[in-house]
């Protein structure tokens, strides 16, 4: 296959490109707004007013109050805190408490889980940690049997996420709510909202949570940006220890036009989100009907009525997942494995293993994912790359 210029860009939910609201926002604070938050005179006071704009924003996004949010550096560091942070705060010594998550969680979430369980956490101060990933049923939701056998009245900690960042799939945080609150009624509920922003009623699905992690570079903001959601009166220990800005939750100097950014990029999308949603979904569609038209023997990884409307995950058999996406890449198709940091590993994908699928299965799964700036023609060009590139490498 010959090099042939770009023809569409199917990895949203890996990043998304800025928004011009957000780039001009930071641009200006770049320009005059360029003070440290912290500081005492005019320019700084001016440079904490945008913070705390930004602040009402996001709150309001997700129907929090302003102070219950703690701006942080992504996704990562919030998924992180609200791990780090709840168990420094509820654990001790002695007895163990109950750590549970879904087993489909990003490892933002699964990485400081596992670590707090094997006792890698315990400078920070997280004390005896029992943990339990919670499997995932063949469509790619959380088996609700088996988290209600997880959780008891020495539960901590409880993380599922809103929608997974793979295969799409909306998870029913009302019913985990539920279940939480009836049989974990010490724990507190985080779920990472990250992948979910851009298409959700966030004030609505999140509401019964007490923690909830944002990243602003999925949603149209810039990368390096991000907010965790800590319900009052609920804490976090801190996790970055120094200057103790952010009400002593989060450490270091404001990343102001950042911050600016992201607000403005939520401010834009909150307007025109059921619109661009609802054509986001009918893009998809085509792409996933056609794709199954011309490709034989492939696969949708999740029910389209489970998934985020941008999400299309796709399974061919007899085809190399590492070797598709590079044909790919050379037809101008640019889409991934299905998180942005395990693409390029031979591992097979940890949500597809929790759906039940076995390594072989997972081996030909590709993560195509559509946004704001996606059109009809960069998806139908797609469908002949992919044929293509598939039709050869089972040549
Ligand atoms: N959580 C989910 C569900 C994600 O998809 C990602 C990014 O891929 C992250 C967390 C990490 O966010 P960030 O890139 O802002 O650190």
């Not at 005179?41 to 703690?70: Q, T, Y």
């Not at 490892?107 to 920070?124: C, D, E, H, K, N």
């Not at 950042?258 to 025109?272: T, Y």
């Amino acid at each position: 296959m010959t090099a042939r210029p770009a023809v569409a860009y199917l990895d949203h939910a890996a990043a998304t490109p800025p928004r011009p609201e957000a780039l001009e926002a930071m641009a200006a604070v770049e320009a005059d707004g360029f003070a440290n938050a912290s500081g005492s005179h005019r320019l700084a006071r001016e440079a904490r007013r945008a913070v705390e704009e930004a602040r009402d924003l996001v709150a309001g996004f997700v129907g929090a109050r302003p102070s219950e949010v703690v701006f942080t550096s992504g996704g990562t560091e919030s998924d992180n805190l609200a791990v780090l942070g709840t168990l420094t705060e509820r654990t001790g010594a002695l007895e163990p408490v109950g750590a549970v998550c879904s087993a489909i969680e990003h490892a933002a979430v699964l990485a400081p889980m596992r670590a707090a369980a094997r006792g890698a956490a315990r400078l920070l101060g997280v004390g005896a940690v029992k943990l339990t990933e919670v499997g995932a049923t063949p469509e790619g939701m959380i088996d609700l049997d088996a988290l209600a056998l997880a959780l008891g009245p020495d539960t901590a900690l409880v993380s599922v996420m809103t929608a997974n960042n793979e295969v799409g799939t909306v998870q029913p945080i009302d019913a985990v709510a539920g279940l939480v609150r009836a049989r974990a009624p010490r724990a507190l509920l985080h779920t990472d909202a990250v992948q979910a922003a851009p298409y959700l009623d966030l004030a609505e699905v999140v509401g019964p949570c007490d923690l909830i992690a944002l990243s602003a570079h999925k949603l149209g903001g810039p990368k390096g940006v991000g907010a965790l959601v800590v319900r009052a009166p609920h804490r976090v220990a801190p996790i970055l220890h120094g200057g103790g800005q952010e009400h002593e939750r989060r450490s270091g100097t404001h990343n102001v036009a950042g911050i600016v950014g992201f607000a403005a990029a939520l401010a834009a999308l909150d307007a025109e989100r059921e619109a661009e949603a609802a054509r986001v979904g009918r893009l998809r569609d085509a792409f996933a009907d056609a794709v199954l038209a011309s490709v034989p023997d492939t696969t949708e990884s999740a029910p389209r009525r489970a998934t985020l409307p941008g999400h299309c995950h796709l399974r061919f058999a007899r085809v190399e997942q590492e070797e598709l996406l590079m044909l790919l890449d050379r037809g101008g198709v640019y889409a991934s494995a299905g998180s942005a940091c395990a693409s390029g590993a031979v591992e097979p994908s940890h949500v597809l293993l929790a759906m039940g699928l076995d390594p072989l299965e997972a081996r030909g799964g590709v993560r195509f994912t559509l946004g704001r700036t996606t059109t009809e023609a960069e998806v139908l060009g797609a469908v002949g790359v992919v044929a293509d590139a598939v039709a050869r490498l089972r040549a």
